[in-house]
Nanobody, 119 residues
Framework: QVHLAESGGGLVQAGGSLRLSCEASGSILRLNGMGWSRQAPGKQRELVAT???????NYADAVKGRFTISRDNAKNTVYLQMNSLKPEDTAVYYC?????????????WGQGTQVIVSS
């Protein structure tokens, strides 16, 4: 059993910052790629950022230069530092991870954390 728990969402004014965290727990041999996605009301879920086990990161164009993804492999945790937030960043943010348990890898998702950016 594997569980991903996000935290750090909330209400912030435009131009402000938030830091999201996502900790994986359970029967984990190794975490491979991890990432963050978001879903705004009435819209499809979109990829925000991904990070490989070695730290190589990729970002959606909409957040490049404002968001930074990082991870702590010792803590099984991925972070998303969000700066210069805009109202259009308002969404539920979900983390995901490729989790190796026994002899295979499965993708797990967190339950989501709400981010609201007021103008």
């Amino acid at each position: 059993q594997v569980h991903l728990a996000e935290s750090g969402g909330g209400l912030v004014q435009a131009g402000g910052s938030l830091r999201l965290s996502c900790e994986a727990s359970g029967s984990i041999l190794r975490l491979n790629g991890m990432g963050w996605s978001r879903q705004a009301p009435g819209k499809q879920r979109e990829l925000v950022a991904t990070i490989g086990r070695s730290g190589n990161a990729n970002y959606a164009d909409a957040v490049k230069g404002r968001f930074t993804i990082s991870r702590d492999n010792a803590k099984n945790t991925v972070y998303l530092q969000m700066n210069s937030l805009k109202p259009e960043d308002t969404a539920v943010y979900y983390c995901n991870a490729g989790v190796v348990t026994s002899d295979k890898e499965n993708i797990y998702w967190g339950q989501g954390t709400q981010v609201i950016v007021s103008s």
